[in-house]
């Protein structure tokens, strides 16, 4: 894969991972789960601003971004939408940090994935954290402490 396929690849997941997120806020705030809702559509604008990020990115190197997106699966069930959600960052992770190397020669885009990676470690731990809290105190429990902010 090139730089250049690597960076619109980003850009065509986080598109998609942006609007899966969207819908799972929405689907939680008609349940009344608000603090959830409200953290997991702070993750979607997160990932939007991402993928506009690297589209700008790829116009500063010369390149055409493609009009593309991901497709993710729409999960109601809440701990399955939080397991997707870590399985998802753990895989991206490693991914993500491999293709550093590929950008020593860019320090600019290198630096941008840096940033990713911080984001998305940070997104991984909050959702390891809400998973084992589950585990702790069960999902009835859990649902009241993300039902209002």
């Known amino acids: 894969m090139t730089k250049i396929e690597l960076l619109k690849s980003f850009a065509k997941s986080w598109f998609g991972n942006s609007q899966q997120h969207s819908i799972h806020a929405q689907l939680l705030k008609a349940r009344g789960l608000n603090k959830l809702a409200d953290k997991i559509m702070a ?18 190197l010369g390149e055409t971004p493609a009009v593309e997106i991901e497709v993710y699966p729409v999960i109601t069930d809440i701990k399955e939408m939080l397991e997707y959600d870590c ?34 470690q940070e997104h991984y731990n909050w959702v390891k954290g809400h998973l084992c ?17």
């Open 43 to 60: 993750e979607s604008e997160e990932e939007w601003a991402e993928a506009k990020k690297v589209n700008a990115r790829l116009i500063e």
């Open 133 to 149: 809290l589950i585990d702790q105190i069960g999902i009835e429990n859990y649902m009241i402490e993300m039902f209002c902010d």
């Open 87 to 120: 399985k998802d960052a753990a895989e991206a992770l490693p991914m993500m940090s491999k293709s550093l190397a590929m950008f020593d020669d860019d320090y600019v885009t290198r630096h941008m994935i840096e940033e990713f990676i911080i984001d998305e």
